[in-house]
């Protein structure tokens, strides 16, 4: 059973009745990873503060004039950087939310990056020398890339267009994996993984190309992966909206991480949940059965 309630600081939370008195501040609250924190926070029993800047809790990364309110009286915080951990206003905010944080008393700091970014390197820096309680996530590709964002539209017609070369193998991660492996981290009474980087895989390495197959048959339409040359991708991702600013550094991102470097699994989310993470064909299956890709 959840309510809602109004602090003073005219936030509002949404509280589960369970008897876990751990508040925590979801950022991103509206998108693929935090949507999923929020609601596993929220069926653990933690009190969740759902943020970003249309949630619940008002909070604007570019703005810190909102971190105050969304903080204040938390115990710990999920840390989602829209758009990229690794562009270059990431490493600067991260680094002022996580000390004003520490300042309030808001120390388990949990911190969604990504695997083999080296672009994200200085976010997660500027996180550790905050002087908080912090784990990292380095997240693989998600799932949820094939069922939520700028390439939703594409996956439902019969052609993917992306910068991934044929052959090249992810080990693609389901979001509710990150979010449960995030909740039970923030959940750790002991600091348990606190100053621990999580490198968080999925059970297998798949193609684009495979990943799309098992969408065309769990949709049970016919379609097919074209891998477009990295210098050739700017003109996609200005057409998805992305602004001009962002593509060079999208375009040199892409450029070192679809190079193979992820091609490999880990066994922390299975460390952290004891079960293993789930595999692309159930998101696929439970996906097209929702009516994702109709
Ligand atoms: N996609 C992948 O496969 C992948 C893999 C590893 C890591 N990552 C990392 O995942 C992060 C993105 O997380 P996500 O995919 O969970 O989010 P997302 O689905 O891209 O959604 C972005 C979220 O951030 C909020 N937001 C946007 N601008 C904001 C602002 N200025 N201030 C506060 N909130 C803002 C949005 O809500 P509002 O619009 O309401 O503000 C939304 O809740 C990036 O750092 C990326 O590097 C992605």
Request: proline share 5%.
């Amino acid at each position: 059973m959840t309510e809602t309630k109004n602090t003073t600081q005219q936030t509002q939370q949404t509280q589960n009745t369970a008897q876990d008195t751990t508040t925590v501040l979801v950022t991103g609250a509206t998108g693929r990873t935090g949507r999923r924190v929020a609601e596993a926070a929220g069926a653990a029993g933690l009190t969740v503060r759902a943020a970003s800047r249309s949630g619940a809790v008002r909070f604007d990364w570019a703005d810190p004039g909102t971190w105050d309110a969304a903080l204040r009286g938390a115990d710990g915080a999920y840390l989602a950087f829209p758009s990229d951990i690794g562009a270059p206003d990431a490493a600067p905010a991260v680094g002022a939310l996580a000390r004003r944080a520490v300042e309030l008393g808001v120390r388990r700091l949990v911190l969604l990056s990504a695997r083999g970014e080296d672009q994200a390197l200085p976010a997660e820096e500027a996180l550790r020398a905050s002087g908080a309680d912090w784990t990292v996530l380095r997240c693989a590709w998600f799932h949820q890339n094939f069922s939520e964002g700028p390439l939703l539209d594409q996956v439902r017609g019969p052609e993917l267009a992306f910068a991934a070369p044929d052959g090249l193998r992810e080990p693609f991660l389901d979001a509710r994996d990150i979010a449960e492996v995030a909740v039970r981290v923030l959940r750790e009474p002991t600091g348990r993984y606190a100053g621990e980087v999580l490198d968080l895989t999925g059970p297998e390495l798949l193609t684009w190309g495979e990943a799309l197959t098992a969408i065309a048959a769990a949709a049970g339409t016919p379609k097919r992966y074209v891998a477009v040359p990295v210098r050739d991708y700017g003109g996609a991702l200005l057409e998805f909206g992305v602004p001009q600013e962002e593509v060079g550094f999208l375009m040199e991102l892409f450029g070192t991480l679809l190079d193979g470097r992820n091609a490999s699994l880990t066994g922390d989310v299975e460390r952290v949940l004891g079960r293993a993470p789930r595999p692309f064909t159930s998101f696929a299956a439970e996906a097209a059965a929702a009516g994702t890709w109709k």
